[in-house]
């Protein structure tokens, strides 16, 4: 299949604001099967933006040598910031490996901890893993079709674990902000690797 992306020039903030009334609601549309809009910009992520995530700095350096692929973008509908409206998007995780270290999104905290947020799948085999600041773990298949709600006051992470894109749609609650800064710090306590499989291990950043 091949998805023909439009140029982030082509996309106006005048024209999204016009598409997204979220006084008088609106319909917006978010392919089902890629997770692409043509009526909102991707927000990417590259593997130089998420470096110091990954345990195997040798893989990454060796693969930033050669390239620096795309390891997830989104399509964020975000609603103004007010706890009545609802902020929803769809985000794509490909697939790939860092050394044995799944691609992956960076994982965040809601800024309002809390927050909770509902995601759904449409394509592709992963996992979610979500933590709080207690210590809490827990992981969770993530498979078309399949539901996960990610409970307030818990970090959560997207996996994927397939070989082909992971597509999932989103939504929480539109003032529950972003905390991607305490991942970036500390990280999350368990990681997904591929050892005949996935397999969920401690990170051995965390050591």
Known sequence: MIVMYRKMEE???EKIESKCNWDEGFAVSLDEITGVSEEVPPIKRYL???KDMYYDKIAVNDTLNQNDPL???FYALEAPVDGGDIAFGTSIVYPGQIGDEYFMTKGHFHSKKMTAEVYYCLRGNGYILIENEDGKQKSMEFRPGQAVYVPKG???RTVNV???PLVF????RADAGHDYKSIER???RSILVSRNGPQIVPNPLLK
Do not use: D, N, P, V
């Open 186 to 188: 500390k990280g999350f």
């Open 162 to 164: 397939g070989s082909t």
């Open 48 to 50: 130089s933006q998420m």
């Open 154 to 156: 818990y970090a959560h």
């Open 71 to 73: 390891i997830y973008e």
């Open 11 to 13: 996309f106006t903030l």
């Open 169 to 172: 749609f989103y939504s929480f």
